[in-house]
T-cell receptor
Framework: DAGVIQSPRHEVTEMGQEVTLRCKPI?????LFWYRQTMMRGLELLIY????????DSGMPEDRFSAKMPNASFSTLKIQPSEPRDSAVYFC?????????????FGPGTRLTVT | AQSVAQPEDQVNVAEGNPLTVKCTYS??????LFWYVQYPNRGLQFLLK??????LVKGSYGFEAEFNKSQTSFHLKKPSALVSDSALYFC??????????????FGSGTRLSIRP
């Protein structure tokens, strides 16, 4: 089975530009999570969806960040405008959900560098 | 408040020796606990979980974890360490406040270094 797919794997952009990160969860999973990882702050949950509906976006740092999940097989995380402090590795994860199936499966991540 | 704590930022072990990576948790009710591993430049990989049943849980790559309710701990163990086990390890607990989704609270991570 294909795991969680993220694109692009690497993104280098200039400050002020719009960045869009993409994620395809594991087929059949009904929960999707966006995380950010940095050396300074560790692993942070940004937002998560259940059945395509955003449940908790309290981790989204600023209004510059937005996330959508238009269907069960696709999600985007957008940063507009980007800033150097947004440089991090962004992970998408999905989970089957339901009793006894709470473990999350992570994608390979997108390494974002904002210059 | 629900949380997990990994008291050691780094653990150093010689190859062939047993290893333990510590984790303690704080939740109300019965915990759902997890261990994940992250190799360099990779995403987190699920290793094992405890939900109910036997206190000793076996997982991938020869790892196991022992659930101890009285000590609120869920330490990760392996009888004989390999150099290839060197990675960042995360303990996690299911956020029981999120009834509609499988939100997990992750610890800060422990870097395991196995020397040849």
């Amino acid at each position: 089975d294909a795991g969680v797919i993220q694109s692009p794997r690497h993104e280098v952009t200039e400050m002020g530009q719009e960045v869009t990160l993409r994620c395809k969860p594991i087929s059949g999973h009904n929960s999707l999570f966006w995380y950010r990882q940095t050396m300074m702050r560790g692993l942070e949950l940004l937002i998560y969806f259940n059945n395509n509906v955003p449940i908790d976006d309290s981790g989204m740092p600023e209004d510059r960040f937005s996330a959508k999940m238009p269907n069960a097989s696709f999600s985007t995380l957008k940063i507009q405008p980007s800033e150097p402090r947004d440089s991090a590795v962004y992970f998408c994860a999905s989970s089957l959900g339901g009793t006894l199936s709470y473990e999350q499966y992570f994608g390979p991540g997108t390494r974002l560098t904002v210059t | 408040a629900q949380s997990v704590a990994q008291p050691e930022d780094q653990v150093n072990v010689a190859e062939g020796n047993p290893l333990t990576v510590k984790c303690t948790y704080s939740v109300s009710g019965n915990p759902y606990l997890f261990w994940y591993v992250q190799y360099p430049n990779r995403g987190l990989q699920f290793l094992l979980k405890y939900i109910t049943g036997d206190n000793l849980v076996k997982g991938s790559y020869g790892f196991e974890a022992e659930f101890n309710k009285s000590q609120t701990s869920f330490h990760l163990k392996k009888p004989s360490a390999l150099v290839s086990d060197s990675a960042l390890y995360f303990c996690a607990v299911r956020d029981q406040r999120s009834s509609s989704a499988s939100k997990i609270i992750f610890g800060s991570g422990t870097r395991l270094s196995i020397r040849p």
